[in-house]
């Protein structure tokens, strides 16, 4: 017999939701990394009343979207290697 997986309306799995607790275990981020990431944008999430909610199937789409390249840090303009390198130019 096979187990029925309970879906919303829009076809999603409802279980796909997750905290943040669970969304910095799984991208490996502290508390404080995930806090900045919500209040600049830069990871998609649902504020349910006063909590926040992340959907796994988005969240794997975001990290997909942004692939890391070998050698190239995700940090960008805040790396601070390269914060050294265009001091000592200058």
Request: charged share 40%; hydrophobic share 30%.
């Amino acid at each position: 017999m096979e187990k029925k997986v309970k879906t919303t309306p829009d076809g999603r799995n409802p279980s796909d939701l997750m905290d943040a607790v669970e969304v910095a275990e799984y991208l490996k981020l502290t508390a404080k990394q995930l806090a900045y990431k919500v209040r600049t944008r830069q990871i998609p999430y649902l504020k349910l009343g006063t909590t926040l909610r992340f959907r796994r199937s988005e969240l794997d789409a975001w990290i997909r979207e942004f692939p890391a390249m070998p050698g190239e840090s995700r940090r960008g303009k805040w790396d601070r290697s390269k914060r050294r390198a265009r001091k000592r130019a200058s």
